[in-house]
């Protein structure tokens, strides 16, 4: 089965930090570029950020570009996403999908003072 499971969000006061995890089913063909998504409630999704295959040309949206930062390990394939001095706007729901499309169930994100 082709899928990905997310995990690592949870509840935090504004300036914390959070890593967020996504973890490719072995089937999956994980030689692509890699990407995060956030959706707040009743807005659309929106991209943050993106890792190439190699791992060393990452993108980041401008919202979070100095305090996100997406990696991964070419081992246990699994892609992260570093999230420091979080705002109030960071909370969502945040999946990772791949570059064909695939998309996890998400983990929420909440940051709340």
């Known amino acids: 089965q082709v899928q990905l499971v997310e995990s690592g969000g949870g509840t935090v006061h504004p300036g914390e930090s959070l890593r967020l995890s996504c973890v490719p089913s072995?089937?999956?063909?994980?030689?692509?570029?890699f990407s995060w998504y956030r959706q707040a409630p009743g807005e659309g999704l929106d991209w943050v950020a993106s890792i190439s295959p190699s791992g060393y040309v990452p993108q980041y949206a401008s919202s979070v570009r100095g305090r996100f930062t997406i990696s991964r390990n070419t081992i246990n394939k699994t892609i992260y996403l570093q999230m420091d001095n979080l705002k109030i706007e960071d909370t969502a729901m945040y999946y990772c999908q791949d570059h064909y499309g695939v998309r996890g169930q998400g983990t929420q994100v909440t940051v709340s003072s």
């Open positions: 072995k089937f999956m063909e994980t030689d692509s570029l």
